[in-house]
């Protein structure tokens, strides 16, 4: 059975808070699994955050593109505003971009 995610942005932010606590989660334990903060997890409400986004979506067994059909491609990949930036790793800001977008692609594949 699949699970209906809602289409508002502000349903679908508490479903997918309930779905974490209902899975002995949360999003204070999604940013301690990253090494970020819990607002840096939260800012994934209101702006694409790839990377939140898939820990979210693991979480929850799920897809990334299945709870934000509106920020990601059918075959996986993220939509980006910038789309020649890769992400940046916590920790690691001397990392080359290159290196940094190749890693999000089979990031982007494996989820």
Known sequence: MKTKVPTDPDQRWEWVKYQLRMRGSSLALVAQHLGISRQSVINAKR?????????????????????????????????????????????????????????????????
């Open 47 to 111: 702006v694409r955050y790839p990377r939140v986004e898939r820990a979210i979506a693991r979480k929850l067994n799920m897809a990334p593109r299945d709870i934000w059909p509106d920020r990601w491609h059918p075959d996986g990949a993220p939509l980006r505003e910038r789309p020649n930036v890769g992400e940046r790793k916590s920790g690691y800001p001397n990392k080359d971009t290159e290196a940094n977008a190749i890693a999000h692609c089979q990031m982007a594949r494996s989820a």
